[in-house]
Structure formats: C-alpha cells, structure tokens
C-alpha cells in the first residue's frame, strides 16, 4: 500500500469504509508522521497524543 501521506482524504474514507484501515491505525500513523517531520518544520507546538487515541 502507498503511504498514507500521500493518500487524499477521499481515499482514506476509501480504506477506512472498506476496512483496509482503521481510524486507530490512520491516527497512529498520522502521529508517527508527525514526531518524524516536527523537528524540522515546528509546525505544532503541543501535542496530545494520548487523547488523540482515546
């Protein structure tokens, strides 16, 4: 599968419907994306990880 980064909204909903991907996995990348790629771009200044996976 293509990184979902890459990926629009409308093929993530895709994924999601279809059950190829869940919410918790979507989530769990989108965070692991952005702890990678924050550093350099300080584009978010608090992260809530933990609620955002609740």
């Known amino acids: 599968m293509t990184s979902i980064h890459y ?20 989530m769990e990348e989108t ?3 952005i702890e990678a790629v ?3 771009l300080n584009a978010f200044v608090a ?3 933990e609620q955002a996976t609740e």
């Not at 093929?11 to 869940?22: D, H, N, P, T, Y």
């Open 47 to 49: 992260m809530r990880a």
């Open 7 to 26: 990926k629009s909204a409308l093929e993530l909903v895709g994924l999601i419907r279809s059950k190829a991907l869940s919410p918790m996995e979507l």
């Open 38 to 40: 924050n550093p350099a």
């Open 31 to 33: 965070l692991q994306r």
